[in-house]
Protein backbone atom coordinates (compact mmCIF):
# COMPACT_ATOMS: atom_id res chain seq x y z
CA UNK A 1 0.00 0.00 0.00
CA UNK A 2 0.68 3.52 -1.26
CA UNK A 3 1.47 6.12 2.05
CA UNK A 4 0.42 10.09 2.18
CA UNK A 5 3.03 12.33 1.20
CA UNK A 6 5.50 12.08 3.92
CA UNK A 7 6.20 8.89 5.83
CA UNK A 8 4.60 10.31 8.85
CA UNK A 9 1.44 10.82 7.03
CA UNK A 10 -1.62 7.79 7.10
CA UNK A 11 -2.66 6.27 3.90
CA UNK A 12 -5.74 7.89 2.85
CA UNK A 13 -7.03 4.85 0.96
CA UNK A 14 -6.56 2.63 4.88
CA UNK A 15 -8.16 6.02 6.98
CA UNK A 16 -11.50 6.87 4.21
CA UNK A 17 -11.81 2.97 3.19
CA UNK A 18 -15.23 3.14 4.90
CA UNK A 19 -16.89 5.83 2.41
CA UNK A 20 -14.45 5.34 -0.46
CA UNK A 21 -16.64 3.94 -2.30
CA UNK A 22 -20.02 5.51 -1.66
CA UNK A 23 -21.70 7.23 -3.96
CA UNK A 24 -21.92 11.12 -4.10
CA UNK A 25 -24.40 12.15 -1.90
CA UNK A 26 -27.30 15.17 -3.20
CA UNK A 27 -29.80 16.63 -0.87
CA UNK A 28 -33.22 14.99 -2.01
CA UNK A 29 -35.06 18.36 -1.15
CA UNK A 30 -32.86 20.99 -2.19
CA UNK A 31 -31.87 21.29 -5.69
CA UNK A 32 -28.50 21.08 -6.86
CA UNK A 33 -26.76 24.35 -7.35
CA UNK A 34 -25.79 24.98 -11.37
CA UNK A 35 -22.25 25.72 -11.70
CA UNK A 36 -23.06 29.06 -12.58
CA UNK A 37 -24.58 29.86 -9.17
CA UNK A 38 -21.30 27.80 -7.41
CA UNK A 39 -18.97 30.31 -9.10
CA UNK A 40 -20.68 33.17 -8.08
CA UNK A 41 -20.55 32.73 -4.47
CA UNK A 42 -16.92 32.98 -5.01
CA UNK A 43 -16.27 35.67 -7.51
CA UNK A 44 -15.38 39.31 -6.32
CA UNK A 45 -17.49 41.47 -4.67
CA UNK A 46 -16.93 45.44 -4.20
CA UNK A 47 -15.78 45.83 -1.54
CA UNK A 48 -15.55 49.68 -1.68
CA UNK A 49 -19.05 50.55 -2.80
CA UNK A 50 -19.60 54.37 -3.79
CA UNK A 51 -15.71 54.31 -5.17
CA UNK A 52 -16.26 54.82 -8.58
CA UNK A 53 -18.27 57.11 -8.54
CA UNK A 54 -16.64 59.35 -5.94
CA UNK A 55 -13.08 58.96 -8.37
CA UNK A 56 -15.71 60.03 -11.30
CA UNK A 57 -16.88 62.68 -9.36
CA UNK A 58 -13.33 63.94 -8.44
CA UNK A 59 -12.36 64.13 -12.41
CA UNK A 60 -15.22 66.03 -13.53
CA UNK A 61 -14.18 69.43 -14.61
CA UNK A 62 -15.88 72.47 -13.32
CA UNK A 63 -15.19 75.89 -13.95
CA UNK A 64 -13.78 78.56 -11.49
CA UNK A 65 -15.68 81.97 -11.57
CA UNK A 66 -13.95 84.83 -12.93
CA UNK A 67 -13.13 88.01 -10.70
CA UNK A 68 -14.23 90.77 -12.97
CA UNK A 69 -11.94 94.15 -12.78
CA UNK A 70 -13.99 97.44 -12.01
CA UNK A 71 -13.86 98.92 -15.26
CA UNK A 72 -15.32 95.57 -16.92
CA UNK A 73 -17.66 95.73 -13.43
CA UNK A 74 -19.05 99.52 -14.67
CA UNK A 75 -19.62 98.73 -18.34
CA UNK A 76 -22.28 95.78 -16.69
CA UNK A 77 -23.53 98.52 -14.53
CA UNK A 78 -23.68 101.16 -17.48
CA UNK A 79 -25.62 98.14 -19.18
CA UNK A 80 -27.95 97.32 -16.60
CA UNK A 81 -28.68 100.71 -16.37
CA UNK A 82 -29.29 101.35 -20.28
CA UNK A 83 -31.79 97.92 -19.85
CA UNK A 84 -33.40 99.37 -16.63
CA UNK A 85 -34.45 102.31 -18.63
CA UNK A 86 -35.29 100.49 -21.24
CA UNK A 87 -37.96 98.25 -19.88
CA UNK A 88 -39.29 101.06 -17.54
CA UNK A 89 -40.13 103.18 -21.18
CA UNK A 90 -42.05 99.30 -21.65
CA UNK A 91 -39.46 97.79 -23.67
CA UNK A 92 -38.72 94.39 -24.05
CA UNK A 93 -35.02 94.39 -25.09
CA UNK A 94 -34.01 90.99 -26.66
CA UNK A 95 -30.33 89.76 -25.27
CA UNK A 96 -27.93 87.02 -24.58
CA UNK A 97 -26.61 86.89 -20.73
CA UNK A 98 -24.03 84.90 -20.02
CA UNK A 99 -23.47 83.60 -16.06
CA UNK A 100 -21.85 81.46 -13.59
CA UNK A 101 -23.85 78.75 -12.29
CA UNK A 102 -22.30 77.36 -9.02
CA UNK A 103 -21.97 73.24 -9.15
CA UNK A 104 -23.49 72.10 -6.17
CA UNK A 105 -21.55 69.30 -5.27
CA UNK A 106 -17.68 71.17 -5.48
CA UNK A 107 -16.03 73.99 -5.48
CA UNK A 108 -16.63 75.67 -8.90
CA UNK A 109 -19.24 75.63 -11.69
CA UNK A 110 -19.89 76.24 -15.32
CA UNK A 111 -20.54 79.29 -17.69
CA UNK A 112 -23.78 79.36 -19.71
CA UNK A 113 -25.13 81.49 -22.04
CA UNK A 114 -28.83 82.28 -21.96
CA UNK A 115 -30.74 84.18 -24.71
CA UNK A 116 -33.99 85.86 -24.13
CA UNK A 117 -35.94 89.05 -23.42
CA UNK A 118 -35.35 90.84 -19.97
CA UNK A 119 -38.19 91.27 -18.19
CA UNK A 120 -37.52 92.39 -14.76
CA UNK A 121 -34.30 94.08 -13.27
CA UNK A 122 -34.93 93.52 -9.33
CA UNK A 123 -31.86 95.82 -7.52
CA UNK A 124 -33.25 94.54 -4.20
CA UNK A 125 -32.71 90.95 -4.33
CA UNK A 126 -29.76 91.32 -7.17
CA UNK A 127 -31.55 89.28 -9.52
CA UNK A 128 -32.54 89.82 -13.25
CA UNK A 129 -35.66 88.44 -14.82
CA UNK A 130 -35.09 86.99 -18.44
CA UNK A 131 -38.60 85.83 -20.78
CA UNK A 132 -36.91 82.46 -22.46
CA UNK A 133 -37.34 82.98 -26.45
CA UNK A 134 -37.01 79.31 -27.14
CA UNK A 135 -40.16 77.17 -28.31
CA UNK A 136 -39.83 74.38 -25.04
CA UNK A 137 -42.01 75.99 -22.98
CA UNK A 138 -39.30 76.55 -20.21
CA UNK A 139 -39.70 79.16 -17.63
CA UNK A 140 -38.08 82.47 -16.38
CA UNK A 141 -34.76 82.53 -15.49
CA UNK A 142 -33.91 84.25 -12.79
CA UNK A 143 -29.87 85.17 -12.84
CA UNK A 144 -27.93 86.25 -9.77
CA UNK A 145 -26.49 89.86 -11.01
CA UNK A 146 -23.43 88.94 -9.04
CA UNK A 147 -22.97 86.12 -11.36
CA UNK A 148 -23.40 87.77 -14.71
CA UNK A 149 -20.32 88.01 -16.80
CA UNK A 150 -21.19 89.24 -19.97
CA UNK A 151 -24.01 90.91 -21.68
CA UNK A 152 -24.72 91.15 -24.98
CA UNK A 153 -27.78 92.84 -27.52
CA UNK A 154 -29.03 95.43 -29.92
CA UNK A 155 -29.87 97.78 -27.39
CA UNK A 156 -26.53 97.38 -25.02
CA UNK A 157 -23.55 96.78 -27.85
CA UNK A 158 -24.25 100.21 -29.95
CA UNK A 159 -21.05 101.94 -28.95
CA UNK A 160 -22.98 105.47 -28.86
CA UNK A 161 -24.66 103.96 -25.60
CA UNK A 162 -21.37 104.35 -23.83
Known amino acids: MAKGITDKEPDPRIVYADIIDHPHWQSKTHPHMSLYDRAAQFSPFAALTGYDDMISEEARFVDHKIG?????????????????????GGAAPSVSITHFIPDPLKSGGKYVT????????????????????????????????????????????????F
Open 68 to 88: LEDSELDRLNRKLSLLKSAIS
Open 114 to 161: EFGQIKKIDTVRGKLVLMRTDDCGSPDAEIEMKDILEIHGESVDDPDS
